[in-house]
Structures are given as C-alpha cells and as structure tokens.
Nanobody, 122 residues
Framework: QVQLVESGGGSVQAGGSLRLSCAASGRTFSSYTMGWFRQAPGKEREFTAAITSSGRGIRYADSLKGRFTISRDNAKNTVYLQMNNLKPEDTAVYYC???????????????WGQGTQVTVSS
C-alpha cells in the first residue's frame, strides 16, 4: 500500500512557476514508477509526466516538453514536478500516481493522491 500526498499548488500569473511535490509513504517508494496527471473542469484526466523507479526513464506529454520537469528523490520518498512558463490552460487539479511497472501515459496507476489545485491567471 502506498499513500500519496501532493503539495505546492496555488495561484500564479501566466509566465510564473510552481513546483509540485508528492510525498509517498512506505518503504518501497523506490520500486514504483511515478506519474503526474492533471484534470481541468469538465475534461478528462490527462497525462503530464512520468518517471521510472530509478529515475533514468522519463516521459512527458508532447505539449508540455520544455516547460515541465519531473524528478524524484528516493531517499526522501518524493517526486516533483517543476512547472515553468505557466499558461492559463495549465489550470487544473494535479494528481500524482504510482504504479509497479513501466511508464505509461494511461491512467493505469494503482495509487493516487488527492490532488492539488493549480490556477494560472492571464
């Protein structure tokens, strides 16, 4: 069992930055692939980024490459999402998720956090 708690969301103006954190419970964090997803009002949950258990494999949604960076610190049981040059269309609830296995862009993750709101104003 893995419990995930996101933090770092908030309100920012367009062009600003935020860093989201996701703290995981349990001693097996380093064995999980971690992902970030987001969901805007009235839209489906969509893939943002994911990182393998070792941190050597990373994948981003094509539309976010160059602005978002995912990283992890297995010693701290934490995964991060650095978001730069934010745009109003990035406004959403951001969720972190964990799965055992390879990176996937599908919502096929076993564990989910409660989400953190990110609001970007123009």
């Amino acid at each position: 069992q893995v419990q995930l708690v996101e933090s770092g969301g908030g309100s920012v103006q367009a062009g600003g930055s935020l860093r989201l954190s996701c703290a995981a419970s349990g001693r097996t964090f380093s064995s999980y692939t971690m992902g970030w997803f987001r969901q805007a009002p009235g839209k489906e949950r969509e893939f943002t980024a994911a990182i393998t258990s070792s941190g050597r494999g990373i994948r981003y949604a094509d539309s976010l490459k160059g602005r978002f960076t995912i990283s992890r610190d297995n010693a701290k049981n934490t995964v991060y999402l650095q978001m730069n040059n934010l745009k109003p269309e990035d406004t959403a609830v951001y969720y972190c998720a964990a799965r055992q296995g390879t990176v996937t862009i599908r919502v096929d993750y076993n564990y989910w956090g409660q989400g953190t709101q990110v609001t970007v104003s123009s």
